[in-house]
T-cell receptor, first 114, second 114 residues
Framework: AQSVTQPDIHITVSEGASLELRCNYS??????LFWYVQSPGQGLQLLLK??????LVQGIKGFEAEFKRSQSSFNLRKPSVHWSDAAEYFC????????????FGTGTSLTVIP | DAGITQSPRHKVTETGTPVTLRCHQT?????MYWYRQDPGHGLRLIHY???????DKGEVSDGYSVSRSKTEDFLLTLESATSSQTSVYFC?????????????FGEGSRLTVL
């Protein structure tokens, strides 16, 4: 069965510092992987996605993620965090079967301190 | 923004009453989903649809039913609401993984069951 693990429930970083959010997945076939961001009281917005090809993918707002098949990981990174990046971040894996289901991790809450 | 409208946006109801949440899309996307979001659990898939009258269960389908009689509408029904169904419910749509694969979210419906 497919699953997504985000081991860090909450992370605090200083503005301008680098960021890495961890994501591990479990899925038997080639994964479709996503990172979404949710600001307070809002819906979710796509940051980036990986389907195939280059394992380092670029997204919006200066985020990038690297797919590592050997580690079943898809970690999200940003070299310099801005106060506006404070939000909840969700990693997701999608299945390529009939329903194209998307399964989400439990999320990582990011706090940015000045 | 993707044309997704959820209604109602807020609802308070009593245990044992039926509740229907509506998701309406103007994008003509094939796939539609209902998720619930709870603290510590992230987003969990309730039901999904891969076409008109084609629906299936997700991770947490007990106590919920869905219907999709038109491409644009996906209804989620709680036949007899319980306090454990107090949650924020998100509808999402997708063209499918063979297209852009992106999942677009509605703004959410906050349901409180007293």
């Amino acid at each position: 069965a497919q699953s997504v693990t985000q081991p860090d429930i909450h992370i605090t970083v200083s503005e301008g510092a680098s960021l890495e959010l961890r994501c591990n997945y479990s899925y038997g076939a080639t994964p479709y992987l996503f990172w979404y961001v949710q600001s307070p009281g809002q819906g979710l917005q796509l940051l980036l996605k990986y389907f195939s090809g280059d394992t380092l993918v670029q997204g919006i707002k200066g985020f990038e993620a690297e797919f590592k098949r050997s580690q079943s990981s898809f970690n999200l990174r940003k070299p310099s965090v801005h106060w506006s990046d404070a939000a909840e971040y969700f990693c997701a894996v999608a299945t390529s079967n009939t329903g194209n289901q998307f399964y989400f991790g439990t999320g990582t809450s990011l706090t940015v301190i000045p | 923004d993707a044309g997704i409208t959820q209604s109602p946006r807020h609802k308070v109801t009593e245990t044992g009453t039926p509740v229907t949440l509506r998701c309406h899309q103007t994008e003509n996307h094939r796939y539609m989903y209902w998720y619930r979001q709870d603290p510590g659990h992230g987003l969990r898939l309730i039901h999904y649809s891969y076409g008109v009258k084609d629906t299936d269960k997700g991770e947490v389908s007990d106590g919920y039913s869905v219907s999709r009689s038109k491409t644009e509408d996906f209804l989620l029904t709680l036949e007899s609401a319980t306090s454990s169904q107090t949650s924020v419910y998100f509808c999402a749509i997708s063209e499918g993984l063979t297209n852009t694969g992106e999942l677009f979210f509605g703004e959410g419906s906050r349901l409180t069951v007293l």
